[in-house]
């Protein structure tokens, strides 16, 4: 099956700072989705991307594909306490699996 | 559409006892996953169907865990006897072919 890896396993900002976090695959990416929890609750999607350097941007948040290297990456800007919460990345082989996630603080 | 809907929201029970995780998808949809969630292992999955078949159930960590799909509305996952290492929050997800994935608020259970 295809494994995820996430880096950094947690992430502490300040805010308005700006920051990155990784999503590797072990397999060719067909497709790639984030997606956001928070403590408690379901998983939130954010963005799909499907072709090898594809860009997305919701609001602050932006990720891109890099299909050579099996490799994704989430950008946010300006970071905010409404930022916080888990970072997982999932993606389609037969089945929909995920990254271990990247917990994320964002100190006011 | 209310989105994938889980019930209940939390599940506390004794050891050994049956317990029965309810989902109902997004109408529509032709996929939906059965996921756990632990600190420790993150999140599993555990079986997932299509049109309402059985796809792959390798995810199941035991006999003791079963789940189907009687109709295309309606899901459910059961433990029996459920152990306190069953303790997790359980997740149903529902998607149309390989379109995202959309997440229930999930179950926490717990076993004392």
């Known amino acids: 099956s295809q494994e995820l890896e996430q880096s950094p396993q947690s992430l502490i900002v300040q805010e308005g700072k700006n920051l990155t976090i990784n999503c590797t695959s072990s397999?060719?990416?067909?497709?790639l989705y984030w997606y956001k929890q928070k403590y408690g609750e379901g998983l939130i999607f954010l963005m799909m991307?499907?072709?090898?350097?594809e860009e997305k941007s919701h609001e602050k948040i932006t990720a891109k594909l890099d299909e050579k290297k099996q490799q994704s990456s989430l950008h946010i800007t300006a970071s905010q306490p409404s930022h916080a919460g888990i970072y997982l990345c999932g993606a389609y082989n037969n089945d929909m699996r995920f990254g271990a996630g990247t917990r994320l603080t964002v100190k006011p | 559409d209310a989105g994938v809907i889980q019930s209940p929201r939390h599940e506390v029970t004794e050891m050994g006892q049956e317990v029965t995780l309810r989902c109902k998808p997004i109408?529509?949809?032709?996929?939906l996953f059965w996921y756990r969630q632990t600190m420790m292992r993150g999140l599993e999955l555990l079986i997932y169907f299509n049109n309402n078949v059985p796809i792959d159930d390798s995810g199941m960590p035991e006999d003791r865990f079963s789940a189907k799909m009687p109709n295309a509305s309606f899901s459910t996952l059961k433990i029996q006897p459920s152990e306190p290492r069953d303790s997790a929050v359980y997740f149903c997800?529902?998607?149309?072919?390989?379109?995202?994935?959309?997440f229930g608020q999930g179950t926490r259970l717990t076993v004392v």
């Open positions: 997800a529902s998607s149309l072919r390989r379109a995202p994935a959309f």
């Open positions: 991307l499907q072709k090898g350097g």
């Open positions: 397999k060719t990416l067909y497709g």
């Open positions: 109408s529509g949809h032709d996929y």
